[in-house]
């Protein structure tokens, strides 16, 4: 996000004093990639930034940090750029939105190069190659192949051999030498994060739900890049944790939550406008899980081991390289976990990820959980605020 977004239009969380540090470091990310100095890499957003700091690089979520809206009454979504460069105006708002921001700061912008994961968000991969092209950028393309069960030993060792690879010619190019030493450092560092965020998680799992959605979502979209400072943002993250647990211990519920809301857990992409989550407990409900950044952190990466091996292998299981019926079944355990009342499942317009397989990915949830499914569709340039009648008589039909 730039400098000038103001949240005028969002509540957040004030008396989370931690968080407040939290948001000020995502609001920094953009101004700290200037100043680094080092190469900076824009990966899509479940890429997993050990990779990319383990190449001696900075990581950095384009998509959140470009493409989330300032909910400002001077939030004009800018597309044109984008469009212009030959992005189709199809495209997903998130793409459209952080491509027209990089293209529009020209040579200011201080990114390096561009790494995609081929096999999940092809429109991701379209967009990476034209801003990979306009600013004359190289791109690195690493594939991954669609989760088969009955494929693991041979996919794993295609995996392997692309972060090999990866490693090789990317570390070439930035003059690093790859050090499983290193890539070892950086995957305990990322698994304290990971931690940390899987802690926060359970803390929804209380009756008196101790997080809004908002400070939820941005706690946990932070698992994309760490914010380019892993060890800064550990420490905010432990102090947010243990805030959030007095709560608990207290039982105390989040300010905002009413007394006994519709506990609802939350699938599918990132609404680009944060008033979204605020939508939510004003209809009187909660949001006690989402499975949107959680392909990044739904376990910590093995340590020990053949390290690129057990890699490949965490990479394979990340939930997001699923097809759809195998995606729905594999978050069940985490669904139940936290004990929700109902599930809205969250579509993007021009996203084909979820929005093609909505209607098994419904059923699926409904057969296996018995509880109440909906779903919504982010447009590209309607209000968010639109949704709230649907989400309230939702919660409303939940009670
Ligand atoms: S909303 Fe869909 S198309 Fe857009 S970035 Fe996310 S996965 Fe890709």
């Known amino acids: 996000m730039t400098k000038s977004a103001q949240l005028t239009e969002v509540l957040l969380d004030r008396r989370l004093a931690s968080f407040n540090r939290l948001w000020q470091m995502f609001m920094e990310s953009e101004s700290r990639i200037q100043k680094s100095g080092g190469k900076v890499v824009a990966k899509w957003r479940l890429f997993p930034p050990e990779i990319i700091y383990a190449l001696g690089a900075t990581p950095y979520d384009l998509l959140l940090h470009e493409g989330m809206t300032k909910t400002t009454a001077r939030d004009a979504r800018t597309t044109a750029y984008a469009i212009e460069a030959g992005l189709s105006a199809d495209s997903c708002i998130w793409n459209l939105t952080a491509t027209s921001n990089t293209l529009s700061k020209g040579n200011l912008t201080p990114l390096n190069m561009f790494v995609a994961t081929a096999g999940q968000c092809d429109i991701s991969s379209k967009t990476w190659q034209l801003m990979s092209r306009n600013m004359h950028k190289p791109i690195y393309s690493m594939e991954i192949p669609i989760y088969d069960a009955a494929s693991e030993k041979r996919a794993i060792s295609f995996i392997k051999e692309e972060l090999t690879s990866l490693f090789e010619r990317v570390g070439r190019r930035f003059g690093h030498k790859y050090s499983e030493r290193t890539l070892r450092e950086e995957i305990k560092r990322g698994n304290e994060i990971r931690k940390l965020l899987l802690d926060l998680t359970g803390s929804l799992t209380h009756d008196h739900v101790p997080m809004t959605g908002l400070e939820y979502f941005l706690t946990h979209a932070t698992a994309g890049d760490y914010l380019q400072e892993p060890e800064a943002l550990t420490a905010i993250l432990t102090e947010i944790r243990n805030e959030v647990m007095k709560r608990t211990e207290q039982s105390k519920a989040a300010p905002g939550i009413t007394n006994d809301p519709v506990r609802l857990y939350y699938v599918g992409m990132a609404p680009q406008d944060l008033r979204f989550w605020n939508i939510i407990e004003d209809s009187g409900g909660a949001i006690v899980g989402c499975d949107t950044y959680l392909p990044l952190f739904y376990s910590p990466i093995p340590e020990n081991g053949s390290l690129l091996k057990e890699f490949a292998g965490w990479i394979w299981k990340m939930p997001h390289h ?11 355990p985490y669904i139940k976990q936290q004990k929700p009342d109902a599930i809205i499942i969250g579509n993007v317009i021009g996203c084909r990820n979820l929005s093609s397989s909505d209607r098994i ?8 959980l018995g509880i109440p499914v909906t779903s919504i569709e982010f447009g590209s340039s309607e209000d968010v605020t639109l949704l709230e009648p649907h989400i309230k008589a ?6």
């Open 322 to 332: 699923m097809p759809s019926l195998d995606r729905a079944k594999s978050l069940i």
């Open 361 to 368: 990915i419904k059923e699926t949830f409904r057969e296996e």
């Open 394 to 399: 939702f919660v409303e039909m939940c009670k």
